[in-house]
């Protein structure tokens, strides 16, 4: 157990409609990364924050958007759903400096979302 | 740009047998980390290993082994009498090094992963 959690853990919806995916990073871990893992595009990076500001921006869609919020817990939200967006969703989190394991990711279960 | 290249889609071996897992990478930092990363049928991103890119030294650990080459951008992943829980997707993933400040997104970028089917 990597101490990340995500909710739910699975999601059936129709295209069209909007989700939200959440995250909830290790205890003291100030950054939250999303990734998304699709059969034809694999495992990509799509938006880092840290401590609550956006860092990093990778081939998120405009259609998605994320945010941290104080409590350092993350929501992915996906609007518009189309087929193409069925996939696992990872989030995770990493310390700030100095810790030890800086520099590390320790990821969630995943979300498995499923458009039809 | 960052790249990580793993050319093998899939490998079949027969439990007991040694097997290899290749990885390259391409990067312009001059220090970054990089990492191995299992996902058993579960789906779940199991933590294998991370490397930084000033430390060539192999690594063992159980039945498991790294060999990081520097001149040829290499960092390759052994498993030594293979089981059958060794089933799963193999991925390899690179990131720049975090700076001492928390600069760095040291967002990962990963390979296509490798599927290693281990046959009882």
């Known amino acids: 157990d990597s101490g990340v959690t995500q909710t739910p853990k699975h999601l059936i919806t129709a295209t069209g409609q909007r989700v939200t995916l959440r995250c909830s990073p290790r205890?003291?871990?100030?950054?939250v990364y999303w990734y998304q893992q699709s059969l034809d595009q694999g495992l990509q990076f799509l938006i880092q924050?840290?401590?609550?500001?956006?860092?990093a921006k990778g081939n998120i869609l405009e259609r998605f958007s994320a945010q941290q919020f104080p409590d350092l817990h993350s929501e992915l939200n996906l609007s518009s759903l189309e087929l193409g967006d069925s996939a696992l969703y990872f989030c995770?989190?990493?310390?700030?400096?100095?810790?030890?394991?800086?520099?590390?990711?320790?990821f969630g279960p995943g979300t498995r979302l499923t458009v039809l | 740009a960052q790249k990580v290249t793993q050319a093998q889609t899939e490998i079949s071996v027969v439990e007991k047998e040694d097997v290899t897992l290749d990885c390259v990478y391409e990067?312009?930092?001059?220090?970054?980390?990089l990492f191995w990363y299992k996902q058993p049928p579960s789906g779940e991103l199991v933590f294998l290993i991370r490397?930084?890119?000033?430390?060539?030294q192999n690594e063992i650990s159980g039945r498991y082994s790294w060999n990081f080459q520097k001149s040829t951008s290499s960092f390759n992943f052994t498993i030594t009498a293979s089981q059958v829980v060794d089933s799963a997707v193999y991925f390899c993933?690179?990131?720049?090094?975090?700076?001492?400040?928390?600069?760095?997104?040291?967002?990962?970028?990963f390979g296509t992963g490798t599927l290693l089917a281990v046959q009882p």
């Open positions: 924050y840290y401590n609550g500001e956006e860092r």
């Open positions: 490397r930084n890119s000033f430390d060539e």
């Open positions: 993933a690179l990131s720049e090094a975090p700076t001492r400040y928390g600069g760095a997104t040291n967002k990962l970028i």
């Open positions: 995770a989190s990493s310390p700030p400096p100095p810790q030890r394991e800086y520099g590390e990711q320790f």
């Open positions: 990067t312009r930092d001059t220090t970054y980390y």
């Open positions: 205890s003291g871990d100030l950054s």
